[in-house]
């Protein structure tokens, strides 16, 4: 009796913990002030499908691999279950469909910080480019994106205002802010590490259900981020930048799987 309360006690607390963790919270959520946009401005942002439901935004790397979060994948997992679409303006209609046959965790992924939060999926049937359907440019390896680059983030993610319609992809344009401050903001959560890169802007965000997907520097175009985390109890909070994955630091492990 005293060992099945012990067992009982150890899988709510693991319950609770996993509620407060970063992965936890990492997923499902909103584009929040951006605007609409068509496929053709951004053509590298793909969805990715668990069966029929959106479970995170991707971007194209090449036309057999894209390049999401490794938070997107929880549990078992069953690489025939996801999909991804491309070249469409809606996650649930139109443009091509692509089956996924691997996918790669970053293999020093950590769930608890959500550090090296990146997964690269091979696709079985290719990406045929088009005007909707484009590979994204990778930075250099520990390419410096400084303090206050414009940069902009996508997705399909739920959204605050509930005009903001989240079947058709939005944008939003955000400031990479100061990685010291950033680290002093999620310090009580385990911090940031150099594997992450922090944006914001007043009333702006990208958010859970956008997660995955890109934040792309403003100018060159280059991606320098996939979408993370964000700070618990909400988006787009006045002062708290979103986290995502720093693309620059992870280059080589791209290089590895995708050879670009
Ligand atoms: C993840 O990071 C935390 C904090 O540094 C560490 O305690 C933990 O062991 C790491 N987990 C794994 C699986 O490496
Ligand atoms: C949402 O749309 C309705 C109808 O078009 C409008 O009356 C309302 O003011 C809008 N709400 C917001 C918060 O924009």
Known sequence: MRSLWLILIFVLSALISKCNSREARAISGR???????????IPYQVSLLYYDSLACGASILSCKFVLTAA???RGVLIVSSYTVRAGSSTFFEGGSIHDVSKIDIHP??????LDYDAAILTLRNLIKYDATRQAIQLPFLN?????GTAVITSGWGLTQNFNESSYVL???????????QCN??????GGITTRMLCAGADGKDSCEGDSGGPLQHAVSKKLVGIVSFGQSGGCAQKGIPGVYTRVAAIRTWIREIVEI
């Open 31 to 41: 584009i929040v002030g951006g605007v609409e946009v068509d496929i053709e401005k």
């Open 71 to 73: 938070h997107c994948f």
């Open 108 to 113: 020093q992924y950590n769930r608890t910080l």
């Open 143 to 147: 390419e410096v994106i400084p303090e």
């Open 170 to 180: 939005r944008m939003v344009e955000l400031k990479v802010t100061n990685q010291a």
């Open 184 to 189: 002093i903001i999620f310090l009580g959560d």
